[in-house]
């Protein structure tokens, strides 16, 4: 049993977007960046040196770059597609808002723990750099009911929206999972997309368990993982796309380019989803 108390649990989770939003600072600085986040160093709170622990401990650098590289390019397609609603879930240091070219009518909400979405937006604010469209942050648990909050601060469930959950599914049981897709499927119009990447058991990987030892020991830890992300999409009307690394690098999601293998080689345990409701 997890004895960590609720406090020391949500300071752990939270640091670990300072870590995700360092990798893809680091990225940026490379002349053969595979994604751009011009704004995530500054973006990136102080945990950032959890990066090279995480990575020491059996992590991956190159998962927040992969996902991140993915979700811009759905973003872009679904805001191409007529998609006027973005809903962030678990966005910590996500730095989309600022950085794509957003038209300034469509409406982007970042959902995370309490405290942790306003420094981010100082820092950005700090460097005089505005979001392209309408920022609000809905502050809660996402294994709560999250969707009241969300309707509270004007969602329309009546409009497509697309639902982008980066790093998020690590930190929810299957059945947190399939709870948090049933309650976003709830307040999903025809036409809504849903993106992110989701873990898969890995129990004979010796890296990986030496991650969830790592994560365990910080008091947040990794409690996600299915076989396929089918399984948490219940309703079958949404139709459920999946690529591992190794398929992303083999060019197998026409989706982005393909991951370099620098980026793809340490993991294979997380599938890097993509979904539609027709
Ligand atoms: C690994 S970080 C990913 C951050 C960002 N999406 C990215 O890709 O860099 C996980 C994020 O999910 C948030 N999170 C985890 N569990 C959550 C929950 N139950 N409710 C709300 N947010 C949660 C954390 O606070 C953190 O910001």
Redesign the pocket.
């Known amino acids: 049993m997890d004895t960590t108390p609720a406090s020391t649990q949500t300071t752990a ?2 640091e ?2 300072d ?3 360092a990798a ?1 600072a680091r990225e940026c600085g490379r002349p053969d960046a595979y994604l751009r986040d011009y704004y995530a160093a500054t973006a990136c709170g102080p945990a950032a040196s959890g990066l090279d622990r995480m990575v020491a401990n059996g992590g991956e650098f190159g998962c ?1 770059i992969a ?2 590289r993915l979700g811009d390019a759905l973003a872009l397609r679904a805001v191409a597609g007529g998609v006027r609603q973005v809903v ?7 730095t989309r808002a600022w950085r794509l070219r957003l038209p300034s009518d469509l409406a982007w909400w970042e ?3 309490p405290g ?1 979405l306003d420094a981010k937006n100082n820092r950005l604010a700090a460097l005089g750099v505005t979001p392209h469209c309408p920022v609000t942050n809905v502050t ?4 709560g009911s999250w969707t009241e909050e969300l309707a509270h601060h004007g969602h329309n469930a009546s409009r497509p929206t697309l639902w982008i959950a ?3 599914f ?3 049981t299957p059945a947190e999972g399939t709870k948090l897709i049933d309650a976003l499927t709830r307040r999903s119009a025809p036409g809504s997309r849903f993106c992110g990447d989701i873990p898969r058991p890995a129990p004979d990987d010796l890296r990986r368990a030496r991650l969830i030892a790592f994560m365990d020991g910080l008091g947040c830890p990794f409690v996600g993982g299915v076989e396929h992300p089918h399984q948490l999409f219940t309703d079958p009307a949404w139709r459920v796309d999946a690529h591992l690394s190794t398929d992303l690098a083999a060019g197998r999601c026409p989706l982005v380019p393909s991951l370099p293998h620098r980026l793809a080689e340490r993991e294979h345990h997380i599938w890097y989803t993509h979904a539609l409701l027709p």
């Open positions: 989770v939270r670990t977007s870590w995700t939003t893809r927040p996902r991140g962030c879930l678990g966005a910590g240091g996500d959902v995370d723990l942790q809660t648990d996402l294994r980066d790093g998020l690590y930190f929810l």
